[in-house]
T-cell receptor
Framework: AQTVTQSQPEMSVQEAETVTLSCTYD???????LFWYKQPPSRQMILVIR??????QNATENRFSVNFQKAAKSFSLKISDSQLGDAAMYFCAYLSHASNTGKLIFGQGTTLQVKP | DVKVTQSSRYLVKRTGEKVFLECVQDMDHENMFWYRQDPGLGLRLIYFSYDVKMKEKGDIPEGYSVSREKKERFSLILESASTNQTSMYLC????????????FGEGSRLTVL
């Protein structure tokens, strides 16, 4: 069975600085997707960024980028130029390409604090 | 915009009560999910449904049941609430196409006394 591990329960960053959130996963599959979701306080969880395992190029979305290391089964999220609105809980998630149901496996979450 | 609406943001119930959590989505999504969120444990899947009247157990279905009579509505039922079911419950939906993008509701925080 696949597992996703986020070993940093809490992180903090100064506004305008860069922070990296870590995620590791375990799978025997070669084809899968990885995601970072953001859950702001008292608001809906939203998708931040998506990576397909067969793509070597790291995904980027504006200030958000990932460092995908397939052999190491590592998938970290880098937030550049951190803003107060980035404060949230961030979840790493895994989806098997073989899944036809869209069932994601989530990590434990990392709470990010942004200091002004 | 996709909207997933959960009927109650906060509920307080007593042990043994029957609890209904309702979720409605307006994007004609085939898939709907109920997750439970607990500190340090992340999100764990309780049940999901890929079509009307179709359901499958997730990782922690014990003590829960679900109902999907209409495509847009997915209900989570706690037949006899217990204190260990105190948690945040998140509903999500997605298209059948396997993109992995889930659309979430705001969550229902349930306290069982």
């Amino acid at each position: 069975a696949q597992t996703v591990t986020q070993s940093q329960p809490e992180m903090s960053v100064q506004e305008a600085e860069t922070v990296t959130l870590s995620c590791t996963y375990d799978t025997s599959e070669s084809d899968y997707y990885l995601f970072w979701y953001k859950q702001p306080p008292s608001r809906q969880m939203i998708l931040v960024i998506r990576q397909e395992a067969y793509k070597q190029q790291n995904a980027t979305e504006n200030r958000f980028s990932v460092n995908f290391q397939k052999a190491a089964k590592s998938f970290s999220l880098k937030i550049s130029d951190s803003q107060l609105g980035d404060a949230a809980m961030y979840f790493c998630a895994y989806l098997s390409h073989a899944s036809n149901t869209g069932k994601l496996i989530f990590g434990q979450g990392t709470t990010l604090q942004v200091k002004p | 915009d996709v909207k997933v609406t959960q009927s109650s943001r906060y509920l307080v119930k007593r042990t043994g009560e029957k609890v209904f959590l309702e979720c409605v989505q307006d994007m004609d999504h085939e898939n709907m999910f109920w997750y439970r969120q607990d500190p340090g444990l992340g999100l764990r899947l309780i049940y999901f449904s890929y079509d009307v009247k179709m359901k499958e157990k997730g990782d922690i279905p014990e003590g829960y049941s679900v109902s999907r009579e209409k495509k847009e509505r997915f209900s989570l039922i706690l037949e006899s609430a217990s204190t260990n079911q105190t948690s945040m419950y998140l509903c999500a939906s997605s298209f059948q196409t396997n993109t992995g993008e889930l659309f979430f509701g705001e969550g229902s925080r349930l306290t069982v006394l």
